[in-house]
T-cell receptor, first 113, second 113 residues
């Protein structure tokens, strides 16, 4: 069965810390995405990548960066965590230009204190 | 800006009834349409996809697409309390590269025993 794995289910970090959220997929998908989801605001796209070493800004990239050194891994980095980055973070992947939808990871609930 | 609109709900139906979830989209050239189910605190799970006008049935679920009206719906027959979740509509728009989806805000469904 296809899988997108996010390294942590729950994380608590302090304000100002550098935070790494890891996402690994085993489906050889070209496309990978990072979203955050907050009550009443829906899914908001942070960054996405269509290929190794390639990245594109989504709708809310401020305060975040990403890294994709290998096809299967897409990392989201919070350079200096702030309380307004407390959220559910969802990674997703999809195949090339196919007609199929995304496969989501199980999510990371990040709390910044 | 291209949009996908859903009534946020909650939509409350009695057990055994038909639940009807609706979604409208703004990009007339959209090609692929998806329904995701998301339980509270969990990540979205793909339950239906539809690509051409008409109905597509899978078990208790039926997706309906009307491209002329820019409308896609999900019917859940014989609704069960376990169907209580938020349902996200997602659309793949023609001008996107890399299989980008645009998500609606979701409709919360409550099935009462």
């Amino acid at each position: 069965d296809v899988k997108v794995t996010q390294s942590s289910r729950y994380l608590v970090k302090r304000t100002g810390e550098k935070v790494f959220l890891e996402c690994v997929q085993d489906m050889d998908h070209e496309n990978m995405f990072w979203y955050r989801q907050d009550p009443g605001l829906g899914l908001r796209l942070i960054y996405f990548s269509y290929d190794v070493k390639m990245k594109e800004k989504g709708d809310i990239p401020e305060g975040y960066s990403v890294s994709r050194e290998k096809k299967e891994r897409f990392s989201l980095i919070l350079e200096s965590a702030s309380t307004n980055q407390t959220s559910m973070y969802l990674c997703a992947s999809s195949q090339g230009l196919s007609i199929y939808g995304y496969t989501f990871g199980s999510g990371t609930r990040l709390t910044v204190v | 800006q291209k949009e996908v609109e859903q009534n946020s709900g909650p939509l409350s139906v009695p057990e055994g009834a038909i639940a009807s979830l609706n979604c409208t989209y703004s990009d007339r050239g959209s090609q692929s349409f998806f329904w995701y189910r998301q339980y509270s605190g969990k990540s979205p799970e793909l339950i239906m996809s539809i690509y051409s006008n008409g109905d597509k049935e899978d078990g208790r679920f039926t997706a309906q697409l009307n491209k002329a009206s820019q409308y896609v719906s999900l019917l859940i027959r014989d609704s069960q309390p376990s169907d209580s979740a938020t349902y996200l509509c997602a659309v793949k728009e023609t001008e996107n590269a890399g299989n980008m989806l645009t998500f609606g805000g979701g409709t919360r469904l409550m099935v009462k025993p």
